[in-house]
């Protein structure tokens, strides 16, 4: 038997309402495979569960560090597979349920042997950046490994940054050092369920009228209190969520609202693009199309089977 349930998606399929819906019915307790819900005061750009979704179904990995701190795939699967063990121990049934593909790999592969974040190599390569944009960047990484900047989006700033990052501080190729051996594999066996939309249209058009829903609740005011409160940057990996730092820029005068809601979307978009790339390569046992088909009495029966 699987020591854990994976529900697997892109932003916006449907995941959240799912598991809330399932705890009605299982002793369930999830944890949170997504690299934004990690942080405080940051609940509305990144659709986190509100309190009486928490108080209906206990979420794990939520609300543990503020935005200015970091978290590291590494430290997320220490922490899942401890919190899997003592979930299990109370009788309850573990639900990793995210997007953060690269968290799910991490869980299941082990973890590939590369450096450190340097803040300043980032700040570097950020401020090149800003003179001439990511395509540029992504140029010079495409001379140092090709490899990995033919996977890469020209605007991926967050992946491009880490490559070049590791270059930096190696030497080496990202993609040289991603052959080498890899440690601390996987010990969980999941039971793995992937919310895969068929139709991308679809997806878009929820990922559109979320982000217009967050604007409407006031993600505005909520990106305006961390640049007030915090001693934030766009370089740190809170601010590199989708939304935040389209929405800081909006504050910073470089668009106007029109635009920011152009970006915003589009920025969804790609990231759901990515998400879904990264679970074709998966070895998925159920795909299940959120939009055409209930998706919830599907994973109830997959549940009585993991329950009994």
């Not at 793995?192 to 979320?210: F, G, N, Y």
């Amino acid at each position: 038997m699987p020591d854990a349930i994976c529900l697997l998606g892109p932003t916006a399929s449907g995941k959240t309402s799912i598991c809330i819906e399932l705890s009605r019915y299982f002793p369930i307790e999830v944890i949170s495979v997504d690299s934004a819900l990690v942080y405080r005061h940051m609940d509305i750009g990144t659709a986190k569960p509100s309190l009486e979704e928490l108080s209906q179904c206990p979420h794990h990995l939520i609300n543990i560090l503020n935005p200015n701190e970091h978290y590291s795939a590494a430290k997320f699967k220490s922490d899942a597979e401890r919190i899997v063990r003592e979930i299990a121990m109370r009788g309850a049934i573990p639900v990793l349920s995210g997007g953060t593909m690269m968290y799910y790999k991490t869980l299941k592969d082990g973890l590939n042997k590369l450096p450190e974040r340097n803040i300043q190599i980032r700040e570097a390569i950020d401020s090149d950046a800003k003179q001439y944009g990511w395509p540029h960047v992504h140029d010079k990484l495409s001379k140092i490994d090709p490899e990995t900047a033919q996977r890469l989006s020209p605007n991926d700033s967050q992946r491009i940054q880490r490559a070049m990052e590791v270059f930096q501080i190696t030497g080496e190729p990202m993609s040289k050092l991603l052959d080498a051996s890899v440690s601390n594999r996987g010990i969980l066996k999941t039971l793995d369920i992937a919310l895969v939309p068929k139709s991308r249209a679809t997806l878009h058009k929820h990922i559109e009228a979320r982000f217009k829903e967050m604007i409407m609740q006031g993600l505005i005011d909520e990106v305006a209190a961390l640049k007030k409160n915090w001693n934030l940057s766009l370089a740190m990996p809170s601010m590199r969520c989708v939304g935040y730092r389209q929405v800081w820029e909006f504050l910073d005068g470089t668009y106007n609202k029109d635009t920011l809601m152009d970006k915003g979307s589009a920025a969804t978009r790609q990231l759901a693009k990515r998400q879904l790339t990264w679970l074709r390569g998966f070895a998925i046992d159920h795909l299940v199309d959120p939009y055409e088909t209930d998706a919830r009495p599907y994973i109830q029966k997959i549940l009585k089977s993991f329950k009994h």
